[in-house]
């Protein structure tokens, strides 16, 4: 990778995670004084951060394809015998998509923040944690070396549990917090084993070296070894089978939160961090196929389970979760290009459906159900609108964003050779629309089914211009890229190497079946639950006990719960009851108590008599005399 | 002088032998006092009589200013346990216990 | 027969049997009295070892002035009856002769290793003296001692305002309490207080 630097960005650079730092800090400390500005500071920080990003990028652009690169040294982190790390920051294509996603969608979800937790009292503490998850993200993907993209990843992970768990009064939330941090550890911890094994084969854990270098240094073995290890980092952070069980529960922090960072960008700092490698994926070969079928599996798994869901946000859960199986499903392909623009759109217009989703619950009084939703449309015409928006493109219509991503990945897998991803594909994605349709018939159309969905009202416009601006932008990507070769993956070559294509069905076929299956299962959705003719109670109670199943995640949890928490408790429970009650207090105690007894009889010696230490002292002296008798 | 020495040192260990028996198993403070003065002048003795051995007086003023310094404490001493008499009203030394366990 | 033989084959046992009797005599009178007699066998002894001076000495200074001292203080005190038999720390009679004779044990053979038994005072002794033993010690005395001569002077004279001061009675009120004890103690009237000289 030659690059000429870019100085004046390069010079820059610190500013895009630096505003939203400064944020937090101010936050922090001052929120509570701050009350409702801090929400607003926050938010007029992560836009500056964004208009900076977007100048930066716009500035790249200008240069030709092979040198837009730019790299800013900020200090010398690390500096241990011959082990460099620096706090450096690196801009190519690849990071300037993702910071125009964080930073623009991040800024239009604090603006509806500041409406939406606008009666939290704590909601200084709030903005904090936002403003400091954007700048831990931004971090992340702007590292130029792994360990600056650890410290983002760890950093996206400590915020996720603080923002998960922000209600903590709420025991329920204290555990989901838990159980999120818990699950990505063990992600975590392996990927830091893959950087400790890249320290060892390479010196250093600068891109630039490892990936230059990477192919004369690694054997296949030992590429697969690390590139399975980073990827088992990404299995937690993207809730990717089988680490995906915190992501649902992970519904129990605020909205905003769900649709920052369990939507658009911590999960897919996984896709990020596999695409960043992909040098080393492909040294390994083996490696990407494990990706591919992880992303198959989980994409499937997941849309079974979201089909099954009430509570509105648990499916929008299921299908971040499934979405993100079909990023991999492209990595796995060695569509990186395609897997970035798929989580561009997704990012879109899943935070769209958040944002929707969080109205809707703020119209309806906290109430998640969608059993006791229905109607909505008419009582809530603009989230109705935007998050019908935010639904077809999910489910592929064109001209949206997701139709374009989802078509390509087709397309790609169709080209390639690999049917039978291709198949699995298109099922999952009759599921996906099959969903959107559910989910969106039960909440806006029908009858209402409640009072609070009678008395539901529209949000307050604070919280509907960032619905507006997202249904925009979910438009405007779409048009960005209107084929596998389209804007965005062109921009990101130089960075991923280009998509290979062979030959397969032609493209307008394969456009054909897509828009087929999506309509055809979005018309399915509507006349079951749309259309009013179909008893749905009845049609579940039918499909059971597989729809209680797939509702609850086709019973993981349970699985790791009998597998792995009860022991791991019942371990806990034998460590601190028996090895540390008994035999640590016990030696602890008996060390006291052996100190006491031997005092207390040894007390006795001190007779007080004056003529038993004349006594001893003369055996001594005998003694004495004794032995220097016997030596000389 | 024919006896040889050892015989003289060997009495002098005896002596101071017994003046020590005497110092463990009295309970009168003089009667311990004046086994320190036997065990004193053992020791004299013995000095005496290496002053003998080896041809050199030294021996002797040493065993004088011994007797000197011995004067003196005697005098110390016996002002002491009168006046712990006059405190206590005895002086039996396994009376004063009161450093015990 | 030799003189020195003689005269120490009957001063020795003197001196062992005085001691011992110093020893288990109840009295502790008798108990002074026997160790005058052990002091006067000692001197004796002394004389033999060609120590005349010393001999002089201890009989003036041990016998004649240290052991009045202790009959003064025992006729003073009154204590001459207290000493009880019964031994409350019985262990201490068995080890500590036990002990002694090991002492002794030890003495001996560690004469048997160094001088020997056998070893006979060297002839020269005379020519060191020849004016006399008095004169002989005094002038080693005064000459190559001389220094700790005149510290012991001063620690004589430190000595005798120490017994003075030791010796004193306190000027100090008797509280109804003490008087009570005391008089029902049983010894001698204290009532009185005053400053002895």
């Not at chain 1, 400064?22 to 836009?47: D, M, P």
């Not at chain 1, 990927?191 to 192919?215: H, P, Q, R, S, W």
């Not at chain 1, 989980?298 to 499916?315: M, N, P, S, W």
């Not at chain 1, 062109?490 to 280009?498: D, M, R």
């Amino acid at each position: 990778m030659v690059g000429a630097l870019v100085p004046h960005v390069a010079g820059s650079l610190w500013l895009i995670p630096a505003l939203p730092l400064a944020g937090a800090t101010i936050t922090l400390f001052a929120g509570n004084r701050l009350g409702k500005w801090a929400g607003i500071l926050a938010t007029v920080l992560v836009f500056a951060s964004f208009g900076v990003s977007l100048a930066v990028v716009l500035n790249l652009l200008t240069y030709p394809g092979e040198s837009r690169l730019a790299l800013q040294h900020l200090f010398d982190w690390i500096s241990v015998g011959g082990f460099r790390v620096g706090a450096d920051l690196r801009l190519d294509t690849l990071s300037a998509t993702m910071i125009l996603v964080i930073t623009g969608i991040g800024a239009l979800i604090h603006l509806y923040s500041v409406g939406y937790m606008a009666e939290d009292p704590r909601q200084g503490r709030f903005f904090a944690y936002m403003n400091l998850f954007v700048f831990f993200m931004l971090m992340l993907v702007l590292g130029a070396n792994y360990l600056v993209l650890y410290l983002g990843w760890e950093g996206v992970g400590l915020c996720s549990y603080l923002l998960i768990g922000f209600w903590y009064t709420v025991p329920g939330n204290a555990e989901a917090a838990k159980k999120a941090f818990i699950t990505t550890r063990i992600g975590d911890t392996l990927m830091l084993v893959g950087l400790a094994l890249l320290v060892f084969k390479f010196g250093t854990l600068d891109f630039e070296v490892i990936f230059g270098t990477a192919g004369s240094v690694l054997t296949k073995d030992a590429a697969t070894v690390i590139a399975l290890l980073l990827f088992a980092g990404a299995i937690g952070k993207s809730a990717q089978l089988p680490l995906q069980v915190w992501l649902p529960d992970a519904m129990a922090g605020p909205t905003p939160v769900s649709a920052l960072i369990h939507a658009a960008t911590m999960v897919t700092a996984g896709v990020y961090l596999v695409v960043r490698s992909h040098v080393l994926f492909e040294i390994s070969g083996v490696a990407l196929t494990v990706v591919l079928v992880v992303g198959v599996v989980t994409a499937l798994f997941a849309a079974t389970c979201a089909i099954a869901q009430f509570d509105i946000k648990r499916v929008l859960a299921y299908s971040t979760i499934s979405q993100l199986g079909y990023m991999f499903i492209a990595v796995g392909m060695r569509a990186y290009g395609v897997a970035m623009f798929f989580l561009v759109a997704h990012a879109c217009y899943k935070a769209l459906m958040f944002l929707g989703a969080g109205s809707v619950i703020h119209g309806m009084h906290d109430e998640q159900d969608m059993r006791q939703m229905g109607g909505l449309r008419r009582a809530m015409p603009w989230t109705f609108a935007t998050f019908t928006i935010g639904g077809l493109a999910q489910a592929g219509v064109p001209p949206l964003a997701g139709f374009f991503a989802k078509d390509a990945l087709l397309e790609v897998a169709n080209h390639t050779g690999r049917e039978v991803v291709f198949v699995l594909g298109t099922i999952a994605a009759f599921l996906t629309a099959f969903y959107i349709g559910r989910m969106i018939c039960m909440t806006f159309l029908g009858r209402t089914r409640s009072d609070a969905a009678e008395h539901a009202h529209e949000s307050q416009p604070v919280m509907l211009a960032p619905l507006v601006l997202l249904a925009i932008g979910v438009v405007v990507v779409g048009i960005l890229q209107l084929s596998p070769d389209g804007a965005v993956t062109q921009a990101l070559e130089p960075v991923v190497g280009a998509t290979a294509l062979g030959a397969g069905l032609s493209v307008p076929a394969l456009i054909g079946m897509a828009v087929a299956v999506a309509l055809l299962s979005l018309a399915l959705a509507w006349w079951i639950y749309g259309s009013g003719r179909v008893d749905t109670v009845a049609f579940r109670e039918r499909l059971e006990p597989m729809a209680t199943a797939a509702q609850r995640g086709w019973y993981v949890d349970r699985a790791y719960d009998v597998v792995i928490v009860q022991p791991a408790k019942a371990l806990a429970r034998l460590t601190s009851d028996v090895f540390d009650a008994l035999v640590i207090d016990g030696a602890v105690n008996g060390i006291g108590g052996l100190v006491k007894r031997s005092a207390s009889e040894g007390k006795l010696l001190q007779t007080g008599f004056v003529r038993t230490y004349a006594l001893v002292l003369f055996f001594g002296a005998v003694l004495v005399l004794g032995f220097i008798g016997v030596r000389g | 002088m024919r006896t040889p020495i050892a015989y003289f040192l060997m009495l002098a260990g005896i002596l101071f032998a017994m003046g020590t028996v005497g110092v463990l198993i009295n309970r009168n403070a003089l009667r311990i006092f004046m086994s320190v003065e036997l065990q004193l002048n053992a020791v004299n003795l013995t000095l005496v009589s290496f002053a003998r051995l080896h041809n050199d007086l030294g021996g002797q003023v040493l065993a004088f200013f011994s007797m000197v310094v011995a004067a003196a404490e005697v005098v110390v001493g016996l002002a002491i346990i009168v006046s712990i008499y006059r405190r206590r009203r005895t002086i039996d030394v396994d009376a004063a216990r009161e450093m015990r366990w | 027969m030799p003189l020195d033989d003689v005269v120490f084959w009957v001063f020795a046992p003197i001196a062992i049997a005085a001691a011992v009797g110093m020893l288990v005599t109840r009295s502790v009178v008798y108990a002074a009295l026997f160790l005058v007699v052990n002091f006067g066998c000692i001197a004796v002894m002394y004389l033999v070892l060609d120590a005349a001076f010393l001999f002089a000495v201890q009989i003036i200074v041990y016998a004649g002035a240290i052991m009045v001292l202790f009959l003064f203080v025992i006729m003073l005190l009154g204590v001459d009856r207290i000493d009880v038999r019964s031994e409350r720390l019985w262990l201490q009679r068995p080890i500590a002769i036990v002990l002694a004779v090991g002492f002794v044990l030890e003495v001996a053979t560690a004469l048997r290793a160094g001088i020997g038994f056998a070893t006979h005072a060297p002839e020269g002794f005379d020519l060191l003296q020849p004016a006399g033993n008095t004169q002989a010690v005094a002038e080693v005395l005064f000459r190559d001692y001389f220094f700790p001569f005149e510290a012991t002077s001063i620690l004589l004279i430190v000595a005798a305002i120490a017994a003075m001061v030791l010796a004193q009675r306190k000027v100090r009120a008797v509280t109804q309490a003490e008087l009570g004890e005391e008089l029902a103690d049983g010894s001698e009237d204290e009532a009185e207080v005053e400053v002895a000289p």
